[in-house]
């Protein structure tokens, strides 16, 4: 019968234990950035007429931010409306095709009474089948004075700075009356959901997966309340230099409740830190 010595159920004991005090949670230095940010600038070169937000504004997607100015392009747009709806083109070449086709109709009862000759009833064809062609010509200019309208808005469209996200005013970098070139007139950021970044020690590599759960405590003043976030990437390319690789997370920041840029602590469910291994400190 196999026996176990007092001495080496102590040392199994004392081991098992030893292991647990050396495992830890894994808890790591992070920083709190905004999900997305954007820098708005206009699709074309002008002059800005008016800036309607400011730093710190709240702003939704689809909100009209700035406009540059577009006097020229707002007057062409008009003219290209009215020529778009203009309908008497249509309406005359209609009336050409209905009287050449009632001519066409009483030439052809006396061609086949051979009161006409062939020759009048041809000129009447030829006629009836131009008057059809000045119709869709008509057709055609109208559904093209349509399109020069689309375009016209489209031009106009583009000096109209809209917001692309749900989020605030991070900076206003320019001013009505300034003349831009493409370059940025807004800095935005959204704040909600939030995005973690954190390095982690290789020797976690493998252990912390997309979709894994983990608790935020931001540092913020003597606030200490932790948010439940979760791992949406992690690098697949681990730094030479420094032994680390690159973790993010998300967590929902309802009502822009949190700012963007704090350190915080993270902690990932299910994986521990073995203290006994310097690699595995943060």
């Known amino acids: 019968m196999f ?3 007092g001495f080496s159920l102590l040392a199994f004991l004392f081991s098992n234990e030893l292991f647990a ?3 830890e949670p894994a808890q790591l230095n992070c920083r709190i950035e905004p999900s997305v940010t954007v820098e708005m600038s206009s699709a074309v070169e002008g002059v800005i007429s008016e800036v309607l937000v400011d730093k710190n504004d709240v702003v939704k997607k689809g909100d009209v931010l700035a406009r540059l100015d577009a006097g020229l392009e707002s007057a062409t747009a008009e003219l290209r409306r009215v020529q778009s709806e203009l309908t008497s083109d249509v309406q005359a070449q209609q009336l050409a095709v209905e009287f050449s086709q009632r001519a066409l109709t009483r030439v052809k009862d006396l061609y086949d009474k051979k009161a006409a000759s062939f020759s009048e009833l041809d000129k009447h064809k030829t006629e ?3 008057a059809q062609q000045q119709l869709q010509q008509a057709l055609d200019r109208k559904r093209q004075a349509e399109l020069e309208y689309k375009r016209a808005l489209a031009d106009l ?4 700075l809209v917001s692309p996200i749900d989020g605030v005013v991070v900076e206003r ?3 009505p009356g ?3 070139d493409f370059e940025p007139v807004l800095k935005l950021a959204q704040l909600d959901p939030l995005r973690v970044e954190v390095f982690a020690p290789a020797s976690l590599y493998g252990k912390v997966k997309p979709g894994i759960k983990a608790s935020v405590i931001p540092e913020l003043g003597g606030d200490s309340r932790a948010y439940a976030a979760e791992v949406i990437l992690v690098d697949q390319v681990i730094d030479g230099p420094s032994n680390t690789f690159g973790i993010r997370l998300s967590f929902a920041n309802p009502g822009n409740r949190l700012p963007s840029g704090l350190k915080c602590r993270v902690t990932f469910e299910g994986v521990t830190l073995n203290l006994l291994d310097p690699r595995a400190l943060p």
């Open 157 to 160: 469209q583009r000096r109209t």
């Open 21 to 23: 005090q050396t495992q």
């Open 178 to 180: 300034e003349h831009i």
């Open 173 to 175: 970098m320019k001013e």
């Open 128 to 130: 009836h089948a131009i």
């Open 3 to 5: 026996r176990v010595s």
